[in-house]
């Protein structure tokens, strides 16, 4: 069992169309709070984004926000957090939320939301992070994305360790399970180069 600090949260700067998507969430900064959870996320005040700032802070939690100079300019930043890094660029931004974070949780969202996802699955399947990943799959929102990450492993892209290595839970309460009880993969990425 991992023991678990912080978790950052990536998820969509828009609240998406079905009001099940605030609500999980709600659910999931309400969820972090209650189990003592650091939460870690871009920083902003809008969309999905500042409903679990909002929610785990109204449930008493710790939540960390790190931005770039740029989006605080643009007045979209949180001004209600625990802590707010604000930083030069979307790089420096993403290192420093990997850095002050234990595991990594996934919301619905857009592509900035995947970008975030695939490069920390991509950090780890280098070996350049030990951290569980996992998605709140609210209503099915990533079934075609699973569907797909299958298809990568059937098509020899995708080693089936590195796919299993993003947890999926229908729940914030089994997602944090999932990444407490995620195992530590450090097989190498390469397909088919298992003696190196």
């Known amino acids: 069992m991992r023991t678990l600090r912080s978790v950052c949260v990536f998820c969509g700067s828009s609240p998406?169309?079905?009001?099940?998507?605030?609500?999980?969430?709600?659910?999931?900064?309400?969820?972090?709070?209650?189990?003592?959870?650091?939460?870690?996320?871009?920083?902003?005040?809008?969309?999905?984004m500042g409903r679990i700032a909002d929610a785990a802070l109204a449930a008493g939690g710790a939540v960390v926000g790190v931005i770039p100079r740029f989006l605080m300019d643009l007045e979209v930043g949180h001004l209600g957090l625990t802590e707010m890094h604000i930083v030069s660029s979307m790089h420096e931004r993403k290192a420093m939320m990997a850095q002050l974070s234990d595991?990594?949780?996934?919301?619905?969202?857009?592509?900035?939301t995947l970008e975030e996802m695939f490069e920390i699955l991509t950090w780890g399947q280098l070996g350049l992070h030990p951290k569980p990943c996992g998605i709140l799959?609210?209503?099915?929102?990533?079934?075609?994305?699973?569907?797909?990450?299958?298809?990568?492993?059937?098509?020899?892209?995708?080693?089936?360790?590195?796919?299993?290595?993003?947890?999926?839970?229908?729940?914030?309460?089994?997602?944090?399970?999932?990444?407490k009880t995620a195992p530590v993969e450090h097989e190498i990425k390469w397909v088919g180069l298992d003696h190196v």
């Open 16 to 48: 998406g169309l079905h009001p099940l998507y605030g609500e999980a969430a709600d659910a999931l900064g309400i969820a972090l709070a209650k189990a003592g959870l650091r939460l870690v996320y871009g920083g902003g005040k809008v969309g999905l």
């Open 103 to 112: 595991a990594f949780a996934v919301l619905p969202g857009g592509i900035g």
């Open 137 to 179: 799959n609210v209503s099915g929102y990533y079934n075609r994305l699973s569907g797909f990450l299958d298809h990568m492993v059937d098509e020899g892209f995708l080693k089936t360790s590195h796919r299993n290595a993003l947890q999926s839970a229908n729940t914030p309460e089994d997602l944090l399970t999932a990444l």
